[in-house]
T-cell receptor
């Protein structure tokens, strides 16, 4: 019963490097989301997807890209890492609209130095 | 942009005390969720309220949605060390596609 799985758990990047944060869910959920959580703060929505092939911007999309080629996977791409992207990243999924229960992964802690 | 403000930001109490956490906005939300997050983990949903004035109880936790659906409160009776964590409120927009999270209340319950 894996739920939402995120990899890696920790990563350190140099300024200008790129990386992909992986997220996969095995609950056949239609909706998937990427959030970032800065220290002592709440979560801010980066991108979301309502189904395979459909993505949309959230509150803070700049510097990120996403794709949704399958129902299960929703990777988040950082092209040119900047110190402002140092944060904890959470992937989440839900069966339907956000009024539904969100299931979160355990997060990826990213530091850009 | 809809904003949710939580208060207090930090709360440290002794086991057995009661506490209330507030979540306020100038915007109307279609629904309001409360999550609890422990260190190194993602948030876990505690409750969803959708009707103005709605009150839900979950053991020692009581959640209330304001009549105007702009605010909510979480009351914990006889807090226990296991209640320690970050409590987040999140409001749903009318389209149902986006949740706005508050900044969180970090609760520590000392034995």
């Amino acid at each position: 019963n894996a739920g939402v799985t995120q990899t890696p758990k920790f990563r350190i990047l140099k300024i200008g490097q790129s990386m992909t944060l992986q997220c996969t869910q095995d609950m056949n959920h239609n909706y998937m989301y990427w959030y970032r959580q800065d220290p002592g703060m709440g979560l801010k929505l980066i991108y979301y997807s309502v189904g395979a092939g459909i993505t949309d911007k959230g509150e803070v999309p700049n510097g990120y890209n996403v794709s949704r080629s399958t129902t299960e996977d929703f990777p988040l791409r950082l092209e040119l890492a900047a110190p402002s992207q140092t944060s904890v990243y959470f992937c989440a999924s839900s069966l339907g609209r956000e009024i539904e229960k969100l299931f979160f992964g355990s997060g990826t802690q990213l530091s850009v130095l | 942009t809809q904003l949710l403000e939580q208060s207090p930001q930090f709360l440290s109490i002794q086991e057995g005390e009661n506490l209330t956490v507030y979540c306020n906005s100038s915007s109307v939300f279609s629904s309001l969720q409360w999550y609890r997050q422990e260190p190194g983990e993602g948030p876990v949903l505690l409750v969803t309220v959708v009707t103005g004035g709605e009150v839900k109880k979950l053991k020692r936790l009581t959640f209330q949605f304001g009549d105007a659906r702009k605010d909510s409160s979480l009351h914990i009776t006889a807090a226990q060390p296991g209640d320690t964590g970050l409590y987040l409120c999140a409001g749903g927009d009318n389209a149902g596609n986006m949740l706005t999270f508050g900044g969180g209340t970090r609760l520590m319950v000392k034995p």
